[in-house]
């Protein structure tokens, strides 16, 4: 069974920085970050589909990076020029099955998900 921990949230400018983490433990087939807005849906951001292929959400792209230190089995999102449209509670998401691989960023393949950490941009 796979356990997800985050870490990393919390506040800054307009145009910072943060990194989260993630701890994984279990085996994965996909393994990625989603965010859920106030009283929005929980979207897909950035995810690892086996260990080098990457797939992003067109509003983080260029700004966003995901990695996997395999090492220690965490994975990381580097968020770069961060906007308050930014602010969500971010997710770690998995998915130990096949069903990410049609649709890397679909909320529906994800079966296993952490606690959420959150990320609050001020202009």
């Known amino acids: 069974q796979v356990q997800l921990v985050e870490s990393g949230g919390g506040s800054v400018q307009t145009g910072g920085s943060l990194r989260l983490s993630c701890e994984v433990s279990?085996?994965?087939?996909?393994v990625g970050w989603f965010r859920q807005a106030l009283d929005k849906e929980r979207l897909g951001v950035a995810v690892?589909?086996?260990?080098?292929?990457?797939r992003y959400a067109d509003s983080v792209k260029d700004r966003f990076t995901i990695s996997r230190d395999k090492t220690k089995d965490i994975v990381y999102l580097e968020m770069n020029s961060l906007k308050p449209e930014d602010t969500a509670m971010y997710y770690c998401?998995?998915?130990?099955?096949?069903?990410?691989?049609?649709?890397?960023?679909?909320?529906?393949?994800?079966?296993?998900w952490g606690q959420g950490t959150l990320v609050t941009v001020s202009s």
């Open positions: 998401a998995a998915d130990p099955g096949d069903q990410c691989l049609s649709s890397p960023l679909a909320r529906p393949a994800y079966s296993a």
């Open positions: 690892l589909v086996g260990h080098a292929t990457r």
């Open positions: 279990g085996y994965t087939t996909c």
